[in-house]
């Protein structure tokens, strides 16, 4: 039950106490809404230290309507969360976060009417730096869309929400 | 893509043009849930269409000056982020550090309230092929 006199729980509440990090469950609860829900982000998958986020083809989402070809914005933002989760993924707890630089190449158009998965995982954490890469793809992983490498440096929780 | 029309991403995203400086275009989004990363600022993905936008832009607006018709396709992008995107309209303005007859490499940069403290900087490079008739 919910104390009265305390404000209410936010989403982000639960991952900031909890002893894990559930990729699954913040893809759920921290990526329903905001940028992540318009693009509509999905848990796919995750291990030790690398995750899976997908989202699927939509017509508001392309980039050239000559082709259907995807935006790459969105792509971008797919491989900034999927990288940003692979941080907590392999440290095993959520600790907020700010990306310092993403780099991301793009190997090839992305396929019209296909569906978006990047793969990322954290290589490195240091004290105040983690390091990232990712791949996005549309089916085949050995034929990315884009090829991402990135470095997020760790904040002080204060700042992280407003 | 016409440097004055922007695609269906970026109009779903509330991204406008506002106006040109120095020859290159200035696109504006408003801060919306849609825009929102973690809670009260702007997702490190959404500045990044932003940026990519201007610079599709800048370099549109610069093949049209030189009155060349070729298709434009990004390569790679590099984003520095260089503070939290405030709940506040945001901007991004290109450069084009040079259009080449293959390559064109363009500088990019967004603001909000202060346009000398940016909020990132980045840099883009496209390539150049001959339109399909």
Redesign the interface.
């Known amino acids: 039950m919910n104390d009265p006199q305390s404000p209410p729980e ?1 989403p ?1 509440d639960r991952f900031i106490n909890a002893a894990g990090f559930n990729p699954r469950d913040w893809t759920a609860h921290m990526n329903a ?7 509509g982000m999905q848990y796919r998958d995750h291990g030790d230290i690398w995750i899976e986020l997908g989202f699927d083809w939509r ?7 000559d082709t259907g070809v ?5 792509i ?6 999927a990288t940003s989760m692979s941080v907590w993924t392999r440290v095993g707890r959520f600790s907020p976060q ?9 190997t090839r ?1 992305a396929t019209p009417g296909k569906s978006i998965v990047a793969r990322a995982e954290c290589y490195q954490v240091r004290r105040s730096m983690a390091f990232v890469r990712g791949i996005a793809h549309d089916g085949d992983i050995t034929d990315p869309v884009a090829h991402a490498a990135g470095i997020f440096m760790l904040v002080d929780g204060q ?4 | 893509m016409k440097s004055t029309e922007l695609p269906p991403y970026a109009r779903a995203m509330g991204m406008e043009l506002a106006g040109t400086d120095d020859g290159s275009p200035v696109i504006a989004i408003d801060f919306s849930p849609r825009a929102m990363g973690r809670p009260g600022f702007f997702h490190g993905g959404a500045i990044g269409g932003v940026l990519e936008m201007a610079a599709f832009a800048a370099l549109s607006a610069e093949l049209e000056r030189q009155g060349v018709a070729v298709r434009i396709k990004p390569i790679n992008i590099s984003t520095e982020y260089l503070r939290a995107g405030l709940p506040e309209r945001l901007y991004a303005r290109g450069e084009v550090v040079r259009a080449g007859r293959r390559v064109a490499n363009v500088r990019i940069e967004a603001w909000q309230s202060d346009r000398t403290r940016p909020v990132a900087s980045c840099w883009m490079n496209f390539l150049l092929s001959p339109k399909k008739p």
């Open positions: 936010s982000l809404n905001g940028h992540s829900g318009f693009i017509e508001d989402l392309v980039g050239d309507p995807l935006a790459s914005g969105p971008i933002s797919l491989l900034d969360n700010v990306t310092l630089d993403l780099r991301i190449d793009y158009a700042e992280w929400v407003k």
